[in-house]
């Protein structure tokens, strides 16, 4: 069974400063690899998702992520972050045999002004 | 476009009782997902249902019954609501499954005393 690690738990970043949130996955083939936001007290929007293809990919709000076979690893970047990214963020994994998605435990994001 | 509705959003048990939850959705999705989130556990999915007519297990079944009532409908029912089941419940659909953005309602909350 697929499985998903965010290692950090909360990131406090200054406004217009870049942000980086990291995810490992662990799946034996290549999975769907998705990122969702929640902002509080709201269900989950989906940012951008990884099939195949293109290793660098593009998503709303201004967001990219790139996957890395060799590290397991599909981290999301934003290069100037707006108050308004304040969130929480998760990383999903998913098998291409079956409905199951596994997501991580989220990274809650802080923009300080 | 409503997209996908749960009720109740809030809601109070008293151990042993029993409620089920509801959803809908609108955009003649295929399939339907209940998951559970849990500060620090990210979402765990309970069951799905993979198209009308079908229902499985997922990570976290145990003490849930779901029924897909119709292509829109996607209701989970809770026997003997236990404390461990206090969490904010979410359901999502999608139009293609695995591959497929998930959409997801704006969750409700379950508090069992």
């Known amino acids: 069974a697929q499985s998903v690690t965010q290692p950090d738990i909360h990131i406090t970043v200054s406004e217009g400063a870049s942000l980086e949130l990291r995810c490992n996955y662990s799946?034996?083939?290549?999975?769907?690899l998705f990122w969702y936001v929640q902002s509080p007290g709201q269900g989950l929007q989906l940012l951008l998702k990884?099939?195949?293809?293109?290793?660098l990919v593009q998503g709303i709000k201004g967001f990219e992520a790139e996957f890395k076979r060799s590290q397991s690893s599909f981290n999301l970047r934003k290069p100037s972050v707006h108050w308004s990214d304040a969130a929480e963020y998760f990383c999903a994994v998913g098998a291409r045999s079956d409905y199951k998605l596994s997501f991580g435990a989220g990274t809650t994001v802080t923009v300080r002004a | 476009n409503a997209g996908v509705t749960q009720t109740p959003k809030f809601q109070v048990l008293k151990t042993g009782q029993s409620m089920t939850l509801q959803c809908a959705q609108d955009m003649n999705h295929n399939s339907m997902y209940w998951y559970r989130q849990d500060p620090g556990m990210g979402l765990r999915l309970i069951y799905y249902?993979?198209?009308?007519?079908?229902?499985d297990k997922g990570e976290v079944p145990n003490g849930y019954n779901v029924s897909r009532l119709n292509k829109r409908e996607f209701s989970l029912r809770l026997e003997s609501a236990a404390p461990s089941q206090t969490s904010v419940y979410f359901c999502a659909s999608s139009e293609s499954g695995p591959r497929g953005e998930l959409f997801f309602g704006e969750g409700s909350r379950l508090t069992v005393l």
């Open positions: 799946y034996g083939a290549t999975p769907y």
């Open positions: 990884y099939f195949s293809g293109d290793t």
């Open positions: 249902s993979a198209s009308e007519g079908t229902t």
